[in-house]
């Protein structure tokens, strides 16, 4: 299968104070076209700060990390902006949508920031929306849907400039148990029938449970990497 | 897209909004109404002061007004006041010829300047026949008449009717001597103009002083200052033809406009820090709600949006808020100077200050497209430049960093 992520000997240390702390110790990691993932590991063990670092939100201290075969530790500030508008999807655990803007207008944001035309961008996101089965909600600000709806909105936005891999940061960390499983259930549908690549940094057994690979992060190194069939992933 | 969502976010706070878009609405209407009261204030002040003698433009003899010498004169000024009528915003022209002689009554003697002016053209240009308390203003056909500022009638005790003699120096050398007798007395509300001049008919003047049928200086009116002002470079090569010498409001009457300047100043300062002030309040406002936006920037530099997209947002939001409240001052600001306008603003106390320059005690403010944009506009740039702040702050954020922030 292709790489769509390849890190080869991540290391990051954050400075506090005078101290030194690694968060990364050397990651080895290659995520593949088509891959449910998930992404688990106690608090600190650094799943959110490599989930930033494949997202290109945050650089590496050492180490190389490609997406596309696109090397990231090569590219500025702005170079990064355009990568990750145009190959990342990103789903965030407390939604994040503008919240001046109308549920198809929060999913055509991403398609306007890529000066995709008028007409195309609104029928890619109305069809987004009903992938998420929120068509009948799309005038709706973020402020008139439920915690739910907004998620599902914010996989439709992460989803509509065709990326190639979503990045979801504790996605039903949010979330009660019906809606979590039904957010579960629409990413596992989009990653089945439209082979969406998704990379989860998870907690939630729900999520984890669901996914088709298990990467298991502890003291800033992969402790464990296990793919398993989807009877398994039940 | 930036300018839709940058109006939409502006309108996320709206009691916040509303107070920001109020300092900036009121400050505007202030700088509307204070500079158009100012601007009608200086434009009474000038045309009231000019109105009285000097008219809003003369032409002289080269070097007269530094040297008042009655022998720097102009002959034949018929066809040249004939030219000057006939330029566009000229209305009239009158022809003068002065003087300095020692006036008597009895044991009583002063000095004055003595003028000798047209009646009848004088009346087009000078109002100071309007400030005449007793007795009348010289009249075409009048011989030995004169009229009489109030100051020098009270010191020369004379009153309408009376006679005083005049002794001066003619335009050759001679004695230029006369009786004259007192057709009104003036009161300009000016103690020195009061006190030291005379008024009397031109063609008796140019007999005593020995003019020869010359004058010393053309003074020209025309229906507003501006319109005077603006034929300036007519009036100019008019005078040049003649070998003369124009001369506008501000060489008339130089402490005038250099009270108006001085004026001026003081009030920019006024004026620059009520923008400063509210551009500090406008300034302050937004930096706030980026620090309170900053994890949703960090969103949106997630998603894809570069970080000067975002700082050209929020600076497109701050435009916003100082364009829309600039625009309600504009309007707010034009319609109570426009009501002003209409129904004067009166000063009362100020009767004998404003009496100085001529002018009423009530003010009519000016609304001009300067009075009611320079302010408004002044706190829109303001605000703009000042929004490279925030500008600058939004484009140094980092994704990781700015989504962290509470």
């Given at each position: 299968m292709t790489a769509i992520v390849d890190c080869k000997g991540i290391t990051k240390h954050y400075r506090q104070g005078s101290i030194d702390v690694p968060a990364l110790r050397g990651v080895d990691l290659a995520i593949e076209q088509g891959d449910f993932a998930s992404l688990a590991g106690p608090?600190?063990?650094?799943?959110?700060?490599?989930?930033?670092?494949?997202?290109?939100?945050?650089?590496?201290?050492?180490?190389?990390?490609?997406?596309?075969?696109?090397?990231?530790?090569?590219?500025?500030?702005?170079?990064?902006?355009?990568?990750?508008?145009?190959?990342?999807?990103?789903?965030?655990?407390?939604?994040?949508?503008?919240?001046?803007?109308?549920?198809?207008?929060?999913?055509?944001?991403?398609?306007?920031?890529?000066?995709?035309?008028?007409a195309e961008r609104r029928e890619r996101a109305k069809e987004m929306l009903q992938q998420v089965g929120l068509e009948s909600m799309e005038?709706?600000?973020?402020?008139?849907?439920?915690?739910?709806?907004?998620?599902?909105?914010?996989?439709?936005?992460?989803?509509?400039?065709?990326?190639?891999?979503?990045?979801?940061?504790?996605?039903?960390?949010?979330?009660?148990?019906?809606?979590?499983?039904?957010?579960?259930?629409?990413?596992?549908?989009?990653?089945?029938?439209?082979?969406?690549?998704?990379?989860?940094?998870?907690?939630?057994?729900?999520?984890?449970?669901r996914t088709r690979r298990h990467i298991v992060i502890a003291d800033g190194r992969v402790a464990s990497d296990e793919r398993r069939t989807l009877e398994m992933a039940g | 897209?930036?300018?839709?969502?940058?109006?939409?976010?502006?309108w996320r706070q709206p009691h916040r909004t509303a107070l920001s878009l109020g300092s900036i609405a009121i400050a505007g209407t202030i700088t509307v109404f204070l500079l158009a009261l100012?601007?009608?204030?200086?434009?009474?002040?000038?045309?009231?002061?000019?109105?009285?003698?000097?008219?809003?433009?003369?032409?002289?003899?080269?070097?007269?007004?530094?040297?008042?010498?009655?022998?720097?004169?102009?002959?034949d000024y018929g066809p040249l006041i004939a030219d000057l009528v006939a330029l566009p915003g000229v209305t009239a022209a009158t022809p003068r010829a002065a003087s300095y002689a020692i006036l008597s009554n009895g044991p009583q003697s002063y000095g004055a300047a003595i003028i000798g002016i047209d009646p009848a053209s004088e009346a087009k240009v000078s109002n100071l026949g309007s400030t005449v308390t007793a007795g009348r203003y010289l009249q075409p056909g009048d011989e030995n008449a004169v009229v009489v500022g109030a100051g020098l009638a009270r010191n020369l005790k004379l009153k309408p009717g009376d006679s005083?003699?005049?002794?001066?120096?003619?335009?050759?050398?001679?004695?230029?001597?006369?009786?004259?007798?007192?057709?009104?007395?003036?009161?300009?509300?000016?103690?020195?103009?009061?006190?030291?001049?005379?008024e009397m008919p031109?063609?008796?003047f140019q007999q005593d002083f020995a003019m020869s049928g010359s004058v010393n200086l053309i003074a020209v009116s025309g229906e507003r200052l501006s319109d005077i002002n603006a034929a300036i470079p007519s009036l100019a090569?008019?005078?040049?033809?003649?070998?003369?010498?124009?001369?506008?409001?501000?060489?008339?009457?130089?402490?005038?406009?250099?009270?108006?300047?001085?004026?001026g100043s003081f009030s920019a300062l006024l004026y620059v820090s009520l923008v400063i002030i509210v551009v500090f309040i406008i300034l302050n406002t937004l930096l706030m709600s980026v620090l309170e936006r900053t994890r949703e920037f960090g969103m949106l530099m997630a998603i894809g949006m570069k970080p000067r997209q975002i700082g050209r947002m929020v600076w497109l939001e701050l435009l916003f808020l100082a364009g829309t409240g600039a625009v309600i001052g504009i309007a707010a600001g034009s319609a109570i100077t426009a009501w002003a306008t209409r129904q004067g603003i009166p000063f009362p106390g100020a009767e004998a200050l404003f009496s100085?320059?001529?002018?009423?005690?009530?003010?009519?403010?000016?609304?001009?497209?300067?009075?009611?944009?320079?302010?408004?506009?002044?706190?829109?740039?303001s605000v703009a430049i000042a929004g490279l702040i925030p500008y600058a702050r939004v484009r140094r954020l980092e994704p990781v960093t700015a989504m962290r922030s509470a």
């Amino acid at each position: 299968m292709t790489a769509i992520v390849d890190c080869k000997g991540i290391t990051k240390h954050y400075r506090q104070g005078s101290i030194d702390v690694p968060a990364l110790r050397g990651v080895d990691l290659a995520i593949e076209q088509g891959d449910f993932a998930s992404l688990a590991g106690p608090s600190g063990s650094g799943k959110t700060t490599l989930l930033n670092i494949v997202g290109g939100l945050d650089r590496p201290t050492d180490g190389t990390i490609s997406i596309d075969g696109q090397d990231l530790t090569a590219l500025d500030n702005e170079d990064l902006a355009d990568l990750r508008l145009r190959k990342i999807g990103f789903v965030f655990q407390a939604y994040n949508l503008i919240p001046v803007l109308s549920a198809v207008e929060n999913v055509e944001f991403t398609l306007q920031l890529m000066d995709v035309p008028a007409a195309e961008r609104r029928e890619r996101a109305k069809e987004m929306l009903q992938q998420v089965g929120l068509e009948s909600m799309e005038n709706r600000r973020p402020s008139r849907l439920s915690g739910g709806q907004q998620q599902r909105v914010a996989v439709a936005r992460a989803l509509a400039s065709r990326p190639s891999i979503v990045l979801a940061d504790e996605p039903t960390a949010n979330l009660d148990t019906q809606t979590a499983e039904d957010l579960i259930a629409l990413m596992s549908r989009l990653n089945e029938r439209y082979g969406v690549t998704f990379l989860m940094a998870t907690h939630d057994d729900r999520v984890i449970s669901r996914t088709r690979r298990h990467i298991v992060i502890a003291d800033g190194r992969v402790a464990s990497d296990e793919r398993r069939t989807l009877e398994m992933a039940g | 897209m930036l300018v839709g969502l940058a109006w939409r976010n502006i309108w996320r706070q709206p009691h916040r909004t509303a107070l920001s878009l109020g300092s900036i609405a009121i400050a505007g209407t202030i700088t509307v109404f204070l500079l158009a009261l100012q601007q009608g204030a200086y434009g009474t002040m000038k045309e009231s002061v000019l109105k009285l003698m000097d008219g809003f433009a003369q032409l002289q003899p080269p070097g007269y007004a530094d040297d008042p010498d009655i022998r720097k004169s102009i002959p034949d000024y018929g066809p040249l006041i004939a030219d000057l009528v006939a330029l566009p915003g000229v209305t009239a022209a009158t022809p003068r010829a002065a003087s300095y002689a020692i006036l008597s009554n009895g044991p009583q003697s002063y000095g004055a300047a003595i003028i000798g002016i047209d009646p009848a053209s004088e009346a087009k240009v000078s109002n100071l026949g309007s400030t005449v308390t007793a007795g009348r203003y010289l009249q075409p056909g009048d011989e030995n008449a004169v009229v009489v500022g109030a100051g020098l009638a009270r010191n020369l005790k004379l009153k309408p009717g009376d006679s005083l003699t005049m002794l001066g120096s003619a335009q050759d050398g001679s004695i230029a001597a006369n009786i004259l007798k007192v057709a009104g007395i003036f009161s300009t509300g000016s103690p020195d103009l009061d006190r030291q001049v005379v008024e009397m008919p031109l063609a008796r003047f140019q007999q005593d002083f020995a003019m020869s049928g010359s004058v010393n200086l053309i003074a020209v009116s025309g229906e507003r200052l501006s319109d005077i002002n603006a034929a300036i470079p007519s009036l100019a090569r008019i005078a040049r033809k003649h070998d003369l010498v124009a001369r506008d409001w501000t060489q008339l009457q130089p402490a005038l406009h250099d009270a108006i300047l001085l004026d001026g100043s003081f009030s920019a300062l006024l004026y620059v820090s009520l923008v400063i002030i509210v551009v500090f309040i406008i300034l302050n406002t937004l930096l706030m709600s980026v620090l309170e936006r900053t994890r949703e920037f960090g969103m949106l530099m997630a998603i894809g949006m570069k970080p000067r997209q975002i700082g050209r947002m929020v600076w497109l939001e701050l435009l916003f808020l100082a364009g829309t409240g600039a625009v309600i001052g504009i309007a707010a600001g034009s319609a109570i100077t426009a009501w002003a306008t209409r129904q004067g603003i009166p000063f009362p106390g100020a009767e004998a200050l404003f009496s100085q320059w001529n002018m009423p005690s009530t003010l009519y403010p000016q609304l001009s497209l300067l009075s009611a944009t320079a302010g408004p506009l002044a706190i829109l740039v303001s605000v703009a430049i000042a929004g490279l702040i925030p500008y600058a702050r939004v484009r140094r954020l980092e994704p990781v960093t700015a989504m962290r922030s509470a």
